[in-house]
């Protein structure tokens, strides 16, 4: 019997029930299609996984395909190979303009915009996007009736009359609104506006050498943020990003509004049934008189090896390819709520009346695939679609550490200027230790290679300097 070619793919582990079942029934799945191919699937820690992959490669055991995190995009363009070559190949230069793979159609023109913005580098699609997610507004609806309010807030001045609103109800909510100080609403936040978290477009032109977290786009952000919390209206946990506090205050109804990932909506949706309430889902709230500009995405993406054997690539591209075929793309969609990220995927539950079921999951592709009805239209989009490049940035899990404690300083009675200005000091000197650690042979060191610090070293898994000792003596 011919021996089959392996494919290995390594894939953070979520540890959402069922999470890794279904990437071993998608690996068996595929095998049945193609059966001279043996898919092995194995699930990484989350927190880790980029520090994983590179000592792998550093030891010549390199799997085939690498799901990272968004976060870390600009290390995996970065990493290198042990012989310095780049570890990492361009899955669009890898298909040359095929239109299927060993019988598989290629779909990268149908992946949704949003997500081919993001993952586009000098107009080449480098790795297929594999999870979806954008910023929501959640709120429950029965504590919005009592208040007379019949429609969920659209714009910041909108979020603030119906604070207003609730904070004068005598049965009303301790707090009207909260969120989780997290980096991924500071992205939403500048990408509405058009704003900027480095130079040369946001890494897009050329790599990211200057950051500043003091602009006027977050200033007015942090502004308007700091004004809700002033006036009493949004709940300051205290945590960063302490998104089980926030998700705590809205399902015990001390909160009547709470913005977050589009990825909450089962979450969410569960815990109205739970406690006893109505449940509404509407877009991010955007400033009333700034130019809308677009959406800032946040997931994961599946990036393949360089200098693959011929029928090992040709299998891994038909992985990638027939993963986000309509059929497959639609159930994971059902399986864990992450965005459908391909129209077909999007049409084919559609035509199926699965969002007629569960309207809850439309907000999130209908939020990201068209300007908000009423807002002000920027230049610099083009078409229906709003742009969604965002921020390519080497440490962006330190970056992003930076502003929210920032922010937490803020919060806490710290002038927002002066303080985003000391976080714009700060944050350069990561960026720059970023670059120095990436011209000695591709970024290896576990701040270069982090996710999300925060949220790592809360979970007790925090980069130790072991990790790196492994990838250095590895590497030679």
């Given at each position: 019997m011919k021996s089959r070619t392996v494919i290995d793919v390594w894939v953070p582990d979520l540890t959402f029930p069922g999470w890794m079942d279904r990437w071993y029934q998608q690996a068996a799945d595929f095998e049945r299609r193609h059966p001279e191919y043996e898919v092995r699937v194995s699930g990484q820690d989350f927190w880790t996984f980029p520090l994983k992959v590179a000592e792998a490669s550093a030891a010549g055991r390199m799997p085939a395909l690498a799901e990272y995190y968004f976060y870390a995009g600009q290390a995996a363009r970065d990493s290198l190979a042990p012989d310095g070559s780049p570890m990492f190949t361009s899955v669009e230069k890898a298909l040359a303009g095929r239109t299927e793979v060993l019988g598989e159609p290629v779909v990268l023109a149908d992946v949704i915009k949003p997500l081919r913005d993001y993952y586009t580098y000098d107009g080449d699609l480098a790795c297929m996007p594999s999870v979806g997610t954008t910023s929501l507004l959640y709120a429950n609806k029965d504590i919005l009736r009592r208040a007379g309010i019949d429609a969920l807030p659209r714009t910041w001045r909108e979020v603030e009359e119906v604070c207003d609103v609730l904070a004068a109800m005598k049965d009303g909510p301790a707090y009207p609104i909260t969120w989780s100080d997290h980096g991924t609403f500071f992205q939403q936040a500048l990408a509405i506006q058009g704003g900027l978290l480095v130079d040369n477009h946001n890494g897009r032109t050329g790599p990211a050498t200057t950051v500043d977290l003091a602009t006027n786009e977050m200033l007015t952000w942090v502004e308007w943020w700091r004004g809700l919390h002033a006036k009493g209206h949004y709940l300051w946990t205290g945590g960063i990003p302490d998104w089980a506090g926030t998700f705590k205050a809205f399902a015990d109804q001390s909160a009547a509004i709470r913005i977050t990932s589009s990825n909450d909506v089962n979450y969410m949706v569960q815990a109205a049934k739970a406690n006893g309430f109505d449940i509404e889902v509407g877009i991010f709230p955007y400033p009333d008189d700034i130019p809308y500009v677009g959406n800032a995405v946040a997931g994961t993406a599946i990036w393949m090896a360089n200098h693959l054997d011929e029928a090992t690539?040709?299998?891994?591209?038909?992985?990638?390819?027939?993963?986000?075929?309509?059929?497959?793309?639609?159930?994971?969609?059902?399986?864990?709520?992450?965005?459908?990220?391909?129209?077909?995927?999007?049409?084919?539950?559609?035509?199926?009346?699965?969002?007629?079921?569960?309207?809850?999951?439309?907000?999130?592709?209908?939020?990201?695939?068209?300007?908000?009805?009423?807002?002000?239209?920027?230049?610099?989009?083009?078409?229906?679609?709003?742009?969604?490049?965002?921020?390519?940035?080497?440490?962006?899990?330190?970056?992003?550490?930076?502003?929210?404690?920032?922010?937490?300083?803020?919060?806490?009675?710290?002038?927002?200027?002066?303080?985003?200005?000391?976080?714009?000091?700060?944050?350069?000197?990561?960026?720059?230790?970023?670059?120095?650690?990436?011209?000695?042979?591709?970024?290896?060191?576990?701040?270069?290679?982090?996710?999300?610090?925060?949220?790592?070293?809360?979970?007790?898994?925090?980069?130790?300097?072991?990790?790196?000792?492994?990838?250095?003596?590895?590497?030679?």
């Open positions: 690539q040709e299998g891994a591209l038909a992985f990638l390819m027939w993963l986000h075929s309509p059929r497959v793309a639609a159930e994971r969609h059902k399986a864990n709520s992450f965005m459908p990220l391909t129209h077909s995927s999007f049409a084919l539950l559609e035509e199926e009346g699965w969002f007629d079921q569960h309207p809850y999951h439309r907000v999130a592709s209908e939020h990201v695939n068209a300007y908000p009805e009423g807002a002000i239209r920027s230049v610099r989009a083009t078409g229906e679609v709003p742009i969604s490049e965002g921020a390519l940035i080497g440490d962006f899990a330190g970056n992003q550490d930076v502003m929210t404690r920032a922010m937490g300083d803020v919060l806490n009675g710290a002038d927002p200027v002066t303080r985003f200005i000391e976080a714009t000091a700060e944050a350069q000197r990561l960026l720059d230790a970023y670059h120095a650690d990436r011209l000695d042979g591709g970024p290896t060191s576990p701040a270069s290679l982090r996710v999300e610090h925060f949220a790592a070293a809360a979970a007790g898994r925090d980069y130790s300097a072991a990790d790196l000792e492994k990838v250095v003596k590895l590497r030679g």
